[in-house]
């Protein structure tokens, strides 16, 4: 016997946030239940929630759906959400009736961006098309025999990467961009590092983000998305912190972060373009990413191959778009019994 519900408004998802709180156990911020909340809240005029949850005496599932204003399904997240998936555990049944719930809507499906390595294999069926990849840093792409600070058998056998042996790494391969993070101190810049629970400079960081011109669209020049970053940037369970550069009397530059895990997702930077020659935004992020690094972390710098990325990174983690027209969803999803579905 299947329950079954279907939940329209931000108000109604708090029945299911235990339940959802242990789905998302394993999954990165974007799955969690405080991102869907404040995005159904905040986006609703947009994106109408359509979030089907499913129970079983031997399983649950929640697909966080979506209707947008196109007429097409997607998750919650509008463009603020870089990975995210659905949500179950135990009987794949449960996963079934949600999908077929959906289809029975008879509208066309589509997401973006979908994370390779963490989502479930059933979404292969849909024709994944490569939309972008994530650059990051890891520990264990620094600790290795190429670069002499720790034995890659040593990883092999499962042993803790150094946290203090990664950081010396990567100082080393990036001994230019630690030159010039030493030539701005000189300017007077302090780098700092502040709670996002400091909303005045979080407000400060969006509105100015909003107001800057640039050559496609501006991201947080919309109202709704600005007060959706107020509202998670304070969710305990985000783990916000701020990393700026400051002179005693400017905001030179700032890098809002979210600690997930053993990963720190470096998510927003801002700089002043008055500082532009200095280039305090890729400064700012290597010198937070040696940071990390120190702190035992990974660096995940999100969607985008930029060349200030691309510049510190180890690895490209994969993101897909999904898009199924109306007629091929039930064919999509009508298989759930393969033993390669994982949880989300």
């Known amino acids: 016997m299947y329950r079954i519900r279907t939940i329209q408004t931000a108000a109604e998802l708090d029945a299911i946030r235990p ?3 242990e789905l998302a156990r394993d999954g990165t911020i974007f799955q969690s239940f405080a991102w869907n909340r404040a995005a159904a809240a905040c986006f609703s005029r947009t994106e109408q929630p359509h979030v089907i949850c499913c129970e079983s005496s031997t399983g649950a599932a929640i697909v966080p759906a979506v209707i947008r204003q ?4 997607s998750l919650l997240g509008e463009k603020l959400f870089d990975y995210r998936d ?3 555990d135990g009987d794949q049944g449960a996963l079934a009736r949600t999908w077929q719930e959906l289809c029975g809507l008879h509208r066309p499906f589509a997401l973006t961006a979908l994370r390779d390595e963490q989502s479930c294999p059933y979404w292969r069926k849909a024709g994944l098309q490569l939309y972008a990849f994530a650059p990051c840093t890891r520990l264990q792409d620094l ?3 190429k670069t002499g600070t720790e034995s890659s058998s040593a990883l092999k056998r499962g042993l803790p990467v150094s946290a203090s042996a990664a950081r010396e790494t990567f100082l080393r391969l990036h001994s230019r961009l630690a030159g010039h993070a030493r030539r701005i101190a000189k300017q007077g810049i302090m780098l700092r590092r502040h709670q996002g629970r400091e909303r005045e400079l979080v407000r400060f ?3 100015s983000k909003g107001r800057q011109k640039t050559a496609n669209e501006n991201l947080f ?3 709704a998305r600005r007060e959706f970053m107020m509202q998670v940037v304070n969710a305990p369970a985000s783990g916000c912190e701020v990393f700026t550069y400051e002179t005693e009397s400017e905001l030179v530059a700032a890098l809002v972060t979210f600690r997930d895990g053993a990963t720190r997702h470096f998510y927003t930077i801002y700089y002043d373009a008055r500082w532009a020659e200095w280039s305090p935004g890729q400064l ?3 010198e937070t990413a040696a940071q990390s690094l120190g702190e035992g972390l990974n660096c995940d710098y999100m969607t985008g191959e930029y060349l200030y990325k691309n510049r510190i990174a180890t690895s490209r983690v994969p993101l897909f778009t999904v898009n199924i027209p109306a007629e091929r969803m039930p064919r999509v999803f009508e298989s759930f019994d393969s033993p390669l579905l994982r949880r989300a």
């Open 284 to 286: 700012l992020l290597f």
């Open 86 to 88: 659905v949500l179950y």
């Open 143 to 145: 600790c290795t025999e």
């Open 221 to 223: 020049g919309e109202h």
């Open 70 to 73: 196109d007429g097409s399904l």
């Open 19 to 21: 339940l959802w709180d």
């Open 205 to 207: 960081i969006y509105d």
